[in-house]
């Protein structure tokens, strides 16, 4: 699905800014060769000023000056004296040529040479247009009209388009061959971008399966346990009755622990944990902490211990029972990997803004392969040290209360064995 995605995303990325790019490209090569048109036409009619001023100058004009002109300019060059065509016409032009003024005249003599009598014995006048006789043949055109009493010089001068429509052709197939590399790039460059837009969501999406399989694996166990306790005890005596009852009741209690934790989880996804900010003492809640468990670690066989600060810390912004819910969790872990005979401390510690507090123990550690995973939800590093009331939740919740106060949860190996834990809270 996301792989189709993907590459539904990348095209239309690839469509929009390629359509973008084309329209440009087709807007410049209209406007340049717009331009390059009206540049070169008058370019054209400034050359037939010239010629038609030097023709004037002419008392003889002879077959060379015409020849000379017409090869200089690039002209295909016809004269009419009175509307008959002079000899240098027939010998010094082709046939196609020659084709090519004959049909220029006949055009001139009914559309053009009316527009350019002024009624008058004595006038010279020219008219440029674009004359495209053929499909694929294209030219630049001038009529000339020089009247003299009754005599009059007709001239038909064609310069064709051919070098130019070339030259044009040729900017139209670097530009079609741009925008094609240019498309592929941009489908590339879409192609990355997307993917690296997407990989929050697949991301995301990978660890929404993986919660949700871990959560139906956590919560299937329990839920087996009590059917199979309801079902035996149909058919147990008093005594056996209890038992089953007792195993129902912890289990239930377990099913509600879980749902209570992903409850909290999923508020801290959605960002609907509340938390309720006041100035708390932290010695005083961390003293309040360590006698609530105190009798908790002693049942393990554990030490528990307290380091306070001597000199007086100012109070801590935060909300007091999120940090002590944080708190059980580091103790609760290191009771559940902690050493027979081991020691959990609690220490508080205040330095350049920062609260700094550390749960320490001494018992099993954790390995350097596990600690990158350690705050994902329902990783636990190992099945065999995973205990029955333990889903993997507690330092993924921690984390999650620590970052929403604008602090941070780090973790280090304890000299000698075990594990140190660090909450750490800002003071203002």
Avoid at 76 to 97: H, Q, V, W
Avoid at 246 to 251: A, K, L, R, S
Avoid at 409 to 425: E, K, N, Q
Wanted: charged content about 20%; some cysteine.
């Amino acid at each position: 699905m996301y792989k189709k995605l993907h590459y539904r995303l990348s095209l239309l990325f690839t469509g929009i800014s390629g359509f973008i790019l084309i329209a440009m490209s087709v807007s410049y090569l209209f406007l340049a060769e717009k331009d390059f048109h009206e540049n070169n036409f008058l370019t054209f009619s400034s050359k037939i000023n010239s010629f038609t001023a030097n023709l004037e100058q002419q008392n003889t004009i002879t077959w060379e000056w015409l020849s000379k002109n017409a090869a200089d300019q690039n002209f295909i060059l016809a004269l009419y004296d009175n509307n008959t065509p002079i000899s240098y016409n027939r010998f010094r032009l082709s046939k196609s040529e020659l084709d090519l003024t004959d049909k220029a005249a006949e055009y001139a003599k009914t559309s053009i040479l009316p527009k350019l009598d002024h009624g008058s014995n004595y006038y010279t006048a020219h008219q440029e247009f674009t004359w495209n006789p053929q499909k694929d043949s294209h030219f630049y055109a001038s009529v000339l009209n020089i009247r003299k009493n009754r005599d009059s010089l007709m001239g038909i001068i064609l310069f064709s388009l051919k070098p130019y429509t070339a030259q044009i052709k040729r900017q139209r197939l670097r530009f079609f061959l741009l925008n094609i590399g240019g498309i592929f790039v941009l489908f590339l460059a879409s192609y990355y971008f997307t993917g690296k837009l997407m990989s929050p969501i697949i991301e995301a999406r990978q660890k929404q399966n993986s919660f949700i399989a871990a959560a139906s694996h956590e919560l299937r166990t329990p839920i087996a346990v009590i059917s199979s306790a309801a079902s035996a005890a149909k058919s147990a005596n008093e005594m056996q009755k209890n038992h089953f009852f007792h195993i129902i009741e912890m289990e239930s209690l377990r099913l509600s622990t879980l749902a209570d934790d992903l409850l909290l989880l999923n508020r801290t996804d959605n960002g609907r944990l509340a938390l309720q900010i006041a100035p708390i003492e932290l010695d005083t809640l961390l003293l309040n902490c360590f006698e609530s468990f105190e009798p908790f670690v002693r049942e393990h066989h554990l030490t528990f211990q307290i380091s306070l600060p001597k000199d007086t810390i100012p109070n801590c912004p935060c909300d007091g029972k999120r940090i002590q819910q944080i708190l059980g969790i580091f103790i609760s872990n290191a009771v559940s990997y902690g050493k027979n005979g081991g020691y959990i401390k609690l220490e508080l510690s205040y330095n350049k803004s920062m609260f700094w507090i550390m749960a320490e123990d001494n018992g099993i550690g954790i390995s350097e392969k596990d600690k990158p995973y350690i705050f994902d939800r329902f990783y636990r590093a190992d099945a065999s040290r995973a205990r029955k009331n333990h889903f993997g939740l507690g330092l993924s919740i921690a984390k999650e209360i620590a970052e929403a106060h604008g602090g941070k949860i780090t973790v280090a190996d304890t000299p000698g064995g075990g594990t140190r834990f660090f909450l750490l809270l800002k003071s203002v």
